[in-house]
């Protein structure tokens, strides 16, 4: 666990993407923030000149392994790598072994997250039980529980039947919780292998069509209409669905949406190397996806930035394309993919960044002491980031236990320089406490 | 050329200068002594994950006609099937010193992920539903060899385009070879982007026929049916099957060709099979020749 020392004083960062300031803070609370602060006795000073200063990042979609997968990542590995990211808080998703469907896990995982002490670990529950899809897990007794879980999810799995999916929603708004969907119609994909398309139908693979994605994504906005629920959409992959997200709240439909940084730069003409580290679900899409997704999360359509960050041992990907295992790694990456895709590109503003990858996630998973304004009184959750530092991905340099980043061998602009989790430095001059 | 993966990978120079090859070695199987000295001292490996008498006796006898030294390991009753990972298998192959490693795999794309690991040639003797080239080189061969040309030649494929690899290799080789491919199905069993395809596409098989001067019939399953891809085995036979009357409607010097096995009642009737211009057992003959060609390209060199 990252120990305290006392007061730290930022020198020269820029708030937002802003004019440099100071900021000191002591005691897990910003206490003061200004030109040449005076430092007293004692205080840990940090230079950063250039560097922009964000309020630490929230992953509303993070696979940690634990219980059950162990050998790809653990709560504290996965923890560790968050906080590499600039991540303050992320939310376990629920297919762990034994599912994440009781009181007893979701307790389990927030208890390991607070002892690794990398970043806080919100739970998230199962919305049926073993993620089975035919009755509903104990989704009030997590949320009483000291996990206090507000976000619920089946990810991996659609919660396809129409009826269960109506109930869920009414169901959570008792605490003000939110259904996340992982949006995938299942007759349409049975053994789906990538997008279904012209690369698809060239490599011979089966396709997992845009269709099967947008027509759940339709339903879900109506349903949650219709009884005035809250839905989020998990890894939005089409322009399709970015299209149908943005219909849904014009119309009213209290929708939220993320994106995941793979899909905001990746394709699917990658599978072509048949090279599993490019197989997730839901699956790279096109280059007009990419741009519509881009776009939607531009206008706030899309509300967030989620990793996804799916962690899997090295045997689970060295094997044929059709038997290894779905999924990437993202945290330690996400910040300089934004940067890369959205910011390079004149489509985000570094306020706006934020908003996509702090307040909003936080907001949505009712993450208290998150996603806060870099203000005197607020927590010190602050991330210092180095836009102007090249650094070329590489998987076996990864903090956490799983090198399956399809990032690696890119350049990236930026990297994370520091990592503060209530005024405790997680990660300080690049690297790991 | 190291490996042979895709026929998408051959340039037209490398496609003709593997079917002239083809050409020379057929004159070795009709001496008494078929077999040459060319791979001697090499190892081939028949590495088969899946059932297939036909290209696995194929490949072998075309490397022991150049005294190649053959290895047939099948995946059933081997380390495969107690768990071991195509990467292991493969890193096994590369410490026995194969030179050339022919796979065949349920999996699309396993050949290219072989290819990865071993050092030595990997030929693809069909993934999956993603290729099939030396089925589609020996289909060339044999359109060749009867017509006496390809540039130019209407090719029509019929039948379960979707699930077929030897429809993908058929139309990436035919069309760099210059031949006009027609794809004909009914539109479930063709891939959604077929119309960004180097071919035409007809659902209608009677338009098609009195303008093909080839008729590739493939084969179909009848668990297509169980999925909701036709109606019926009748319904398909008689949209998409080939009979005699069929047969009739094909300009005289046509042919049919099918890479097997042959479904007979369903895509193709006994008449139309056991006629003089249905050239299944030709493409088997050829096959040898073909495979001999690959082979002494790909490992002959160095």
């Given at each position: 666990m990252p120990e305290n020392h006392g007061p730290y004083l930022i020198r020269g960062a820029r708030p937002l993407g802003g004019d440099p300031v100071d900021l000191l803070f002591e005691d897990g609370t910003i206490t003061a923030i200004g030109a040449d602060l005076p430092a007293a006795q004692g205080t840990r000073i940090v230079a950063a000149d250039g560097l922009i200063a964000l309020p630490g990042l929230v992953d509303l979609h993070t696979h940690l392994r634990e219980p059950g997968r162990e050998d790809a990542e653990t709560v504290a590995s996965g923890s560790r790598a968050a906080a590499m990211g600039g991540y303050t808080a992320v939310h376990a998703m629920a297919n762990t072994d034994p599912v994440a469907d009781t009181a007893g896990v979701v307790e389990q995982v927030w208890r390991l997250g607070n002892e690794a002490g990398y970043c806080d670990v919100r739970p998230v529950g199962a919305v049926t039980v073993g993620l089975a899809g035919e009755r509903l897990s104990e989704i009030g007794a997590m949320a009483d529980s000291a996990a206090k879980v507000r976000v619920f999810s089946d990810d991996g799995v659609c919660v396809s039947d129409a009826l269960l999916m109506r109930r869920a929603l009414e169901y959570v708004k008792a605490f003000d919780g939110v259904?996340?969907?992982?949006?995938?119609?299942?007759?349409?994909?049975?053994?789906?292998q990538m997008n279904e398309g012209r690369v698809s139908d060239r490599l011979g693979l089966p396709g997992w069509p845009a269709v099967a994605e947008e027509a759940i994504i339709a339903r879900d906005c109506l349903l949650a209409q219709h009884v005035g629920s809250r839905l989020h959409v998990c890894h939005v992959s089409t322009k399709g669905s970015v299209d149908i997200i943005r219909w849904a709240k014009e119309r009213g439909c209290d929708v939220t949406a993320e994106v995941t940084p793979h899909h905001l730069i990746l394709t699917d003409d990658l599978v072509e190397s048949y090279d599993p580290v490019y197989k997730v679900n839901p699956p790279l899409r096109t280059a007009e996806d990419v741009q519509a997704l881009r776009e939607g999360l531009a206008d706030g359509t899309i509300d967030i930035?989620?990793?996804?960050?799916?962690?899997?041992?090295?045997?689970?990907?060295?094997?044929?394309?059709?038997?290894?295992?779905?999924?990437?790694?993202?945290?330690?990456?996400?910040?300089?993919?934004?940067?890369?895709?959205?910011?390079?590109?004149?489509?985000?503003?570094?306020?706006?960044?934020?908003?996509?990858?702090?307040?909003?996630?936080?907001?949505?998973?009712?993450?208290?002491?998150?996603?806060?304004?870099?203000?005197?009184?607020?927590?010190?959750?602050?991330?210092?980031?180095?836009?102007?530092?090249?650094?070329?991905?590489?998987?076996?340099?990864?903090?956490?236990?799983?090198?399956?980043?399809?990032?690696?061998?890119?350049?990236?602009?930026?990297?994370?320089?520091?990592?503060?989790?209530?005024?405790?430095?997680?990660?300080?001059?690049?690297?790991?406490? | 050329m190291r490996h042979l993966l895709s026929t998408g990978d051959l340039s037209r120079d490398e496609a003709t200068l593997i079917l002239d090859t083809a050409t020379e070695l057929a004159q070795v199987g009709d001496r008494s002594v078929k077999k040459l000295p060319t791979l001697r001292g090499r190892t081939v490996v028949n590495l088969f994950y899946e059932d297939s008498t036909r290209t696995r006796t194929s490949f072998e006898l075309a490397a022991k006609r150049l005294s190649a030294d053959v290895i047939n390991f099948s995946a059933k009753g081997s380390s495969v099937s107690k768990g071991e990972s195509l990467k292991d298998t493969a890193l096994t192959l590369q410490a026995m010193g194969a030179d050339g490693v022919v796979i065949r795999h349920s999996a699309s794309g396993a050949p290219h992920r072989l290819a990865g690991w071993v050092d030595g040639s990997v030929l693809n003797a069909g993934d999956g539903t993603h290729e099939h080239p030396t089925q589609a080189l020996l289909d060339a061969f044999?359109?060749?060899?009867?017509?006496?040309?390809?540039?130019?030649?209407?090719?029509?494929?019929?039948?379960?385009?979707?699930?077929?690899?030897?429809?993908?290799?058929?139309?990436?080789?035919?069309?760099?070879?210059?031949?006009?491919?027609?794809?004909?199905?009914?539109?479930?069993?063709?891939?959604?982007?077929?119309?960004?395809?180097?071919?035409?596409?007809?659902?209608?098989?009677?338009e098609v026929l009195p303008k093909a001067d080839v008729v590739m019939m493939l084969r179909v399953q009848a668990e297509r049916m169980r999925d909701s891809f036709f109606p019926s085995v009748r319904e398909y036979s008689r949209n998409y099957g080939l009979d005699g009357e069929r047969l009739g409607r094909m300009p005289a010097d046509a042919i049919v060709m099918h890479p097997g096995p042959m479904v007979r009642g369903m895509e193709i009737s006994a008449e139309v099979a056991d006629s003089p211009r249905c050239t299944v057992t030709e493409q088997v003959a050829n096959g040898v020749s073909l495979r001999m060609a690959v082979l002494y390209l790909l490992l002959g060199g160095s």
């Open positions: 259904i996340a969907q992982h949006a995938q119609e299942p007759r349409l994909t049975e053994g789906a930035v989620a990793t996804d960050h799916a962690p899997h041992p090295v045997e689970a990907k060295e094997t044929e394309w059709s038997t290894a295992a779905m999924g990437m790694i993202g945290l330690e990456t996400a910040l300089g993919v934004v940067h890369k895709t959205m910011v390079e590109t004149g489509l985000l503003t570094w306020e706006q960044v934020t908003d996509r990858m702090s307040a909003a996630p936080a907001r949505i998973g009712r993450v208290d002491g998150h996603g806060r304004d870099l203000a005197v009184g607020e927590p010190a959750n602050i991330v210092l980031y180095d836009p102007a530092a090249p650094v070329e991905v590489d998987g076996a340099a990864m903090v956490g236990k799983s090198g399956n980043t399809p990032f690696r061998g890119m350049t990236l602009p930026g990297r994370i320089i520091a990592t503060f989790l209530r005024g405790v430095p997680t990660v300080l001059e690049g690297k790991i406490k | 044999t359109m060749r060899s009867r017509l006496g040309r390809l540039e130019g030649l209407r090719v029509a494929v019929v039948g379960d385009i979707l699930h077929s690899r030897v429809a993908r290799s058929n139309v990436l080789l035919l069309t760099t070879l210059g031949a006009q491919v027609t794809l004909v199905a009914p539109p479930t069993l063709l891939p959604v982007s077929v119309y960004t395809w180097p071919c035409e596409v007809s659902y209608d098989l009677d």
